[in-house]
């Protein structure tokens, strides 16, 4: 029976929302990782290194050594880290932008919007003065 019991609170902790929900980021983080690194290394790197590696006379930040030292590698991945949090910070902060403007937007349409009890109020009103009316013409 013990053997049933783990398996059953095994299927509860897999079914929980938060394990989907972390299965599934993880998922898109991936996919969108991806997406970001090609951003940095096929367009954005080059745009900036190209310029600087000519000025410099190079063919290749990677080659960089001193005494034996590779440090253009590190350089670089110095570089694409550096690209990859600015594209994400600007990601974040338009995706807050628009957030907050949503936000401000369903607000404003919420205060506009009449009150549902309000008007029915007006409803009822209008209807009891049709029917004093009638009453009075007879």
Do not use: H
């Not at 783990?6 to 993880?26: P, R």
């Amino acid at each position: 029976m013990a053997r049933s019991s783990f398996v059953d609170d095994f299927k509860k902790f897999l079914m929980q929302g938060n394990v989907v929900d972390l299965a599934v980021a993880v998922i898109i983080g991936g996919a969108f990782a991806k997406i970001i690194d090609s951003f940095v290394k096929d367009i954005v790197t080059p745009a900036i290194l190209a310029p600087v590696l000519a000025a410099a006379k190079l063919d290749n930040i990677k080659g960089l050594n001193f005494n034996g030292i590779t440090y253009g590698n590190f350089l670089s991945e110095i570089i694409t880290f550096l690209v990859i949090a600015l594209s994400i910070f600007t990601m974040v902060r338009a995706l807050e932008t628009a957030k907050t403007k949503m936000a401000r937007k369903k607000a404003v349409e919420e205060v506009a919007a009449p009150d549902p009890a309000v008007a029915l109020q007006e409803s009822m009103i209008a209807s009891l003065d049709r029917v004093a009316k009638a009453l009075e013409n007879r």
